[in-house]
């Protein structure tokens, strides 16, 4: 018998590629040596952020551990969140000076962004911001590993990549199943020293990447569905516990490893992802430099019942089975409505922003909002998002609806 055609709301094949190797636990750091020799690395650069590490003991732990594993390596420091390609080009220049063949980035997305940035760059010869831009792929790179200090961002185990380039503040991602990191060496003692708001942040963002996953109109992956409510239902609850106790072991480690796999692919299998509030979100901290996870939950609430319609049953399962709120079987449309609203609560509750106001402490001006919907559409020339398309005229109404 012939099989009936899918209807585009049916599931979808998938390739699901999840190469890196995780080291999870107190003493995960002390692979580190033996792991960068098992993936080819003879010459290494230890890159990382600000202070967060040198202050912590971990970046000289990390130096130490290479040394007396016969592992030699050469630093560089500096990265900021929202990541800079200046300092990235900084980085190719001197791996190629140094004859460099292996990259570990020990802390967050933005060092493990800047470290695969970096990491194309060297056998390249143009400027890596082409594959930002889609001007051209990469044939090979240089392999990444990481040593994870902030469950947020999960980039190391992602294919993402994301960039601002100071020449006009535009922030890019890249993707490319070539840049998912060798290994994650992931201690959550180690994200014991994060302030509230970066911890709150990093929460926001990893659920985000399940939620751009989960507000579909595929509604068939019923394991994938479950799998995205559960880990949802499981973080929000997690992060109260670390709000009161930074040093709860056993909760740090949920969100250290929900944080991974809520971006390595696992909770978007079958179904088309949508990812509007993140494009949107960039132009926020292109435009403002904030930190990414706030961004996004000041963009979400007016995203979410800008799109609602799109799949209404979708935001009522999400109200009942994430946000706990009754089902009223008689008003869809409100269960739907509480929903987002109890999302922004839980939001508030984190000390997490609900719009671009409070984001950025003041008014944001019309020209501003031109601006962000211009570079969001890449001059008019671009949507976003897949549960709702998204149009240029579109990006600029949630925009006013998010400015609060
Ligand atoms: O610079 P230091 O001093 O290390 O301080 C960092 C930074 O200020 C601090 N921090 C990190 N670990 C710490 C700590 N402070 C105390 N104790 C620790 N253990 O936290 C701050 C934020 O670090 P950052 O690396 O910027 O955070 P996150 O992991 O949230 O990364 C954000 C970047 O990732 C991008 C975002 O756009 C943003 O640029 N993203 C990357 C993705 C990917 N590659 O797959 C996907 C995401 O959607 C996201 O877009
Ligand atoms: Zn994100």
């Known amino acids: 018998m012939q099989k009936p055609l899918l209807s585009n709301t049916d599931m979808k094949d998938f390739n699901y590629y999840a190469p890196t190797e ?4 107190e003493q995960a750091e002390e692979q580190v040596a033996a792991l960068v020799k098992k993936y080819g690395g003879t010459k290494v650069l230890v890159h990382y952020g600000g202070q967060s590490a040198k202050r912590s003991g971990l970046l000289d732990k990390i130096c130490d551990l ?23 080009q900084k980085g190719i220049e001197l791996c190629r000076q140094e004859g460099i063949d292996f990259i570990l980035a020990v802390g967050g997305g933005s060092v493990i962004d800047s470290a695969k940035c970096i990491a194309y760059g060297v056998p390249y010869e143009g400027n ?4 930002y831009l889609g001007k051209a792929e990469p044939k090979q790179m240089l392999p990444v590993a990481s040593v994870l200090t902030i469950p947020a961002a999960g980039s190391e185990m992602s294919e993402s990549s994301v960039i601002t380039n100071e020449d006009g503040d535009v922030k890019l991602g890249y993707s490319n199943n070539l840049s998912r990191p060798k290994f994650a060496i992931m201690n959550p003692r180690r994200t014991m020293t994060l302030p509230p708001y970066q911890t709150a942040a990093g929460v926001t963002d990893m659920m985000m990447h399940t939620m751009e996953r989960y507000f579909t109109k595929d509604d068939d992956m019923d394991f994938t569905t479950d799998l995205a409510e559960a880990s949802l239902r499981n973080i929000k609850n997690a992060v109260f516990a670390v709000l009161k106790n930074p040093e ?22 079958g179904v088309s992802d949508d ?18 996870g ?40 409100g269960t739907a409505l509480k929903g987002i609203e109890a999302m922004e609560r839980f939001y508030h509750a984190i000390g997490m922003p609900i719009n671009i106001k ?6 944001i001006s019309d020209e501003e909002i031109k601006e ?8 008019y020339t671009a949507t976003c998002g897949c549960l709702k398309v998204l149009k240029a005229e579109d990006m600029e109404t949630i925009y006013k609806m998010a400015r609060g």
């Open 66 to 88: 290479l040394r007396e594993g016969g592992v030699t390596y050469v630093t560089l420091g500096g990265v900021v969140p929202n990541p800079r390609l200046s300092l990235a």
């Open 128 to 131: 890596v911001w082409d594959f």
């Open 275 to 292: 990812w509007a509030t993140h494009q949107l979100e960039h132009e926020l901290s292109g435009m403002f430099d904030v930190t990414h």
């Open 294 to 333: 706030a961004g996004l939950a000041a963009i979400w609430p007016s995203w979410a019942r800008y799109v609602m319609h799109e799949n209404l049953s979708r935001f009522v399962r999400f109200a009942v089975n994430v946000m706990d709120v009754p089902n009223d079987f008689t008003d869809p449309e």
């Open 372 to 379: 962000m919907t211009r570079k969001c559409s890449r001059d």
């Open 22 to 25: 995780v080291v999870f636990g």
């Open 358 to 363: 409070e984001l950025i402490g003041k008014d």
């Open 248 to 269: 709860d072991y056993r909760y740090r480690a949920q969100i250290m490893w929900g944080g991974s796999l809520m971006h390595n692919g696992l909770t978007g299998c």
